[in-house]
């Protein structure tokens, strides 16, 4: 498979725990984002990287939320402290950069459900 | 501020018709839109997408109309069929789709037999 592929897919967590979730991109695409996902609601866009540079963070991304992309490949989303407030699907998305000559289309993973109990 | 909305949260098309679904942005500096697809516990599929110095694209049973005038934004999909059932998002950007997307809520399509 060589689409966005996102795991843990269901992740479920007790009030106040930490978790990370992983993300590894489509290989050449040097841009990668993280998106948050309520029912019924469309994406909202939390962070995202080109190649390791964290080029713009939401005001949705509180100091308990931090992402990583360390090598410029995949990327890691952890939440501190969780709250229920945080249950939600997390969702990552990659592209090429526009000087790849190609269109920077996002294309999306499936996802990580997250359930904070 | 920036918000991209949907005019109606759900729509039943007969299998075979064709399907319209409508968006209205309000950020006028968006110069990218895209439509995507996303079925139960799948993550957003892409469409397909226009700019903003074009007023129609087509694709494979998929047309986008684009009409800045009044700020709208439709997706047109041709002979609906059972697999076409799915939330339909439409978004757009203010950077050709180099940073982030802004999303709007959807609109549930489902297939009459």
């Known amino acids: 498979d060589t689409g966005v592929s996102q795991n843990p897919r269901h992740k479920i967590t007790k009030r106040g725990q930490n978790v990370t979730f992983r993300c590894d991109p489509i290989?050449?695409?040097?841009?990668l984002y993280w998106y948050r996902q309520t029912l019924g609601q469309g994406p909202e866009f939390l962070t995202y990287f080109q190649n390791e540079a964290q080029l713009e963070k939401s005001r949705l991304l509180s100091d308990r939320f931090s992402a990583e992309r360390p090598k410029g490949s995949f990327s890691t989303l952890e939440i501190q402290r969780t709250e229920q407030g945080d249950s939600a699907m997390y969702l990552c998305?990659?592209?090429?950069?526009?000087?790849?000559?190609?269109?920077?289309?996002?294309?999306f993973g499936a996802g990580t459900r997250l359930s904070v109990l | 501020g920036e918000s991209v909305g949907l005019h109606l949260p759900t729509l039943s098309v007969q299998e075979g018709d064709n399907s319209i679904i409508n968006c209205a942005y309000s950020n006028s500096a968006s110069d990218y839109f895209i439509w995507y697809k996303q079925e139960s516990g799948k993550g957003p599929q892409f469409i397909i997408d226009?700019?903003?110095?074009?007023d129609k694209r087509q694709g494979q049973r998929v047309t986008v109309l684009l009409n800045k005038t009044v700020k709208h934004l439709s997706l047109q999909i041709a002979a609906t069929q059972p697999g076409d059932s799915a939330v339909y998002f439409c978004?757009?950007?203010?950077?050709?789709?180099?940073?982030?997307?802004?999303f709007g809520s959807g609109t549930r399509l489902s297939i009459r037999p």
């Open positions: 290989s050449e695409h040097n841009r």
């Open positions: 998305a990659s592209s090429p950069d526009r000087a790849s000559g190609m269109k920077n289309i996002q294309y």
């Open positions: 978004a757009e950007s203010s950077s050709g789709g180099a940073s982030k997307i802004i």
């Open positions: 226009i700019r903003s110095n074009m």
